[in-house]
Every structure is written in structure tokens, then in C-alpha cells.
């Protein structure tokens, strides 16, 4: 059974702080991403992975910083916490092909006070 | 700009159809995604349509028109499990998804 996991569902953190969000995946994808999703919108890339130490801006990377050191897991970093990335961050990841049906994790709720 | 629309929310009734529709205006086409959301639960795929035409996959199927920019997913045989928001996502010219804001159906007894 295919899996992508997040290290927190629930995350409260403070204006201010370094927040580290962690997902592995246990496929072999090339390809792993991070999206916000917010009420009424849709899903927003922030930034996405399509091998090792290689990382590609998304649409709204202001604010945040990724790491990819390894096959399997994809890091997303807040410098700076603030309240207006209060949110719900997806990991996804696929296979490098044209036709890329995506895997989600569970998601981390990310509460900035 | 990029833009996928689908309806906000719509209700149905256990037993019935539902059709759930989808426009887009995308700097190119390489597919077009419906995946399932349950309410605090990973978005889960559902469908892919790259072709013209109706695929057909159990109760679920999914139709596209490349010419209209249009899309619908058509749900038979409700289940109360089906309660969910369903989301629309277009495959650009750079093989990135465009995300719909996705649309919360309501199944009733």
C-alpha cells in the first residue's frame, strides 16, 4: 500500500518561530511537492521536487524554504512564522512521467498564534 | 490567467446522480484530474481524462471536452460515503496542476 506521511497533523507554533513541516514517501518517487490549501481556494503550490538536492519555486514560495537530501523526503520550512500562514499543508509525490496522478499525505494544520 | 471553475456545493439525495462540473482556462492542456477529499483526509485520486469522451470507472465516471474547456465527474448510485468535496485540477503546458477550489457535495437520506 502506497504512503506518503507528514510528521504532525496538529501543529501550534508562535509569530516568529522556525517551523519544520517533514514528509517521506515510501514509492520511489522522483517527484514531491508541498501545497497550502485554504477555505474557498484551491490548492496552492508553494514549492515541488523533481529529484534529489534540486528544488523549483511553486506559485507562492514567499516565505517558506524546502530541502530534499534524500530520495524519500521532502522538508518544508517556515523561516519566520506568521499568522498569514496559518493553513493546511499537503505533501504529495509521483512518478516523473507526463501523466502524473499525485499521492497525498494527511496533511499538517499549521496554527501560527 | 489560469483559472478552473466548479460550483461551490451541491446537494443530492441517497440512491440519485449527481453531475458535478468543471470549466478551465489554462495556458495549455496535458489532462485533466479529479481527486476525492473527505473532510480533514488527504485528497484522494478519483480520475484522469486527457481524450474526449466519458471514462467510465464503477459508479463513478468523468467526461471531457477540450474544445469547451469543460469537464463534469457524474456520481450514480449515492452513497452516504459520498459526502466529500470533489476537486477539479488541469494539467498545464509546464505539467503543473491547476487547482480548482473544489466543490462540497452533500449526500441526504
Known amino acids: 500500500d502506497v504512503k506518503v506521511t507528514q510528521s504532525s497533523r496538529y501543529l501550534v507554533k508562535r509569530t516568529g518561530e522556525k517551523v519544520f513541516l517533514e514528509c517521506v514517501q515510501d514509492?520511489?518517487?522522483?517527484?514531491m511537492f508541498w501545497y497550502r490549501q485554504d477555505p474557498g481556494l484551491g490548492l496552492r503550490l508553494i514549492y515541488f521536487s523533481y529529484d534529489v538536492k534540486m528544488k523549483e519555486k511553486g506559485d507562492i514560495p514567499e516565505g517558506y524554504s524546502v530541502s530534499r537530501e534524500k530520495k524519500e523526503r521532502f522538508s518544508l520550512i517556515l523561516e519566520s512564522a506568521s499568522t498569514n500562514q496559518t493553513s493546511m499543508y499537503l505533501c504529495?509525490?509521483?512518478?516523473?512521467?507526463?501523466?502524473?496522478?499525485?499521492?497525498f499525505g494527511p496533511g499538517t494544520r499549521l496554527t501560527v498564534l | 490567467g489560469q483559472n478552473i471553475d466548479q460550483p461551490t456545493e451541491m446537494t443530492a439525495t441517497e440512491g440519485a446522480i449527481v453531475q458535478i462540473n468543471c470549466t478551465y482556462q489554462?495556458?495549455?492542456?496535458?489532462?485533466l484530474f479529479w481527486y476525492q477529499q473527505h473532510a480533514g483526509e488527504a485528497p484522494t485520486f478519483l480520475s484522469y481524462n486527457v481524450l474526449d469522451g466519458l471514462e467510465e470507472k464503477g459508479r463513478f465516471s468523468s467526461f471531457l471536452s477540450r474544445s469547451k474547456g469543460y469537464s463534469y465527474l457524474l456520481l450514480k448510485e449515492l452513497q452516504m460515503k459520498d459526502s466529500a468535496s470533489y476537486l477539479c485540477a488541469v494539467m498545464d503546458s509546464n505539467y503543473q496542476l491547476i487547482w480548482g477550489a473544489g466543490t462540497k457535495l452533500i449526500i441526504k437520506p
Open positions: 504529495a509525490s509521483s512518478f516523473k512521467q507526463d501523466y502524473n496522478e499525485q499521492f
Open positions: 489554462t495556458s495549455g492542456f496535458n489532462g
Open positions: 514509492m520511489d518517487h522522483e517527484n
